[in-house]
């Protein structure tokens, strides 16, 4: 009696073993998608030069190097609260291309004191051109092309960031 039980346990767990393994197999491998998803790390508010609210914001903080150099690639979508900021230590023109970006994007230029210096509209998704900015930004935010002219966006307007360390 004390073997068929030892019998039926061994069974049942190679069962379920095998079970398990193959559930594994038929997974589908992980994309560079998956890789991707959304980490809110912060919070940003757009007001105009009245301090109205003009938007708020969920945000991604791309701080270093691989996070900047990566951005929003691999992004099949992205919902209209959030975005991505890139943080620099300094001012200087900023240069972006749209490689492995799958959204249209509107790239938003801001100075060390929080203004918005200027704009690249929707930016057209998988391209390899480069999206210059001829005016020194310390800030550029990345948000779903065409929010720029449906939120009324103007130079001058400016962001409140809370960002996690």
């Not at 980490?39 to 996070?67: F, R």
């Amino acid at each position: 009696m004390k073997n068929k039980r030892l019998q039926f346990t061994g069974i049942l767990l190679s069962g379920i073993l095998l079970f398990c393994a193959c559930n594994e197999e038929n997974k589908p491998p992980e994309t560079e998608f998956d890789k991707h998803s959304f980490t809110k790390e912060g919070q940003i508010y757009i007001v105009n030069t009245e301090k109205d609210t003009l938007k708020h914001l969920e945000v991604e903080v791309a701080k270093t190097a691989q996070e900047q150099a990566t951005g929003l690639m691999f992004r099949r979508t992205m919902k209209e609260n959030r975005g991505m900021i890139f943080v620099y230590f300094t001012e200087r023109p900023r240069y972006f291309y749209m490689k492995n970006t799958f959204i249209p994007l509107d790239l938003i230029y801001v100075n060390g004191e929080n203004k918005i210096v200027e704009f690249n509209e929707n930016a057209t998704p998988l391209s390899k051109e480069t999206l210059p900015n001829n005016i020194p930004s310390q800030f550029v935010l990345e948000v779903n092309g065409g929010k720029v002219s449906e939120w009324g966006l103007q130079l001058n307007d400016s962001l409140i960031m809370h960002l996690e360390e």
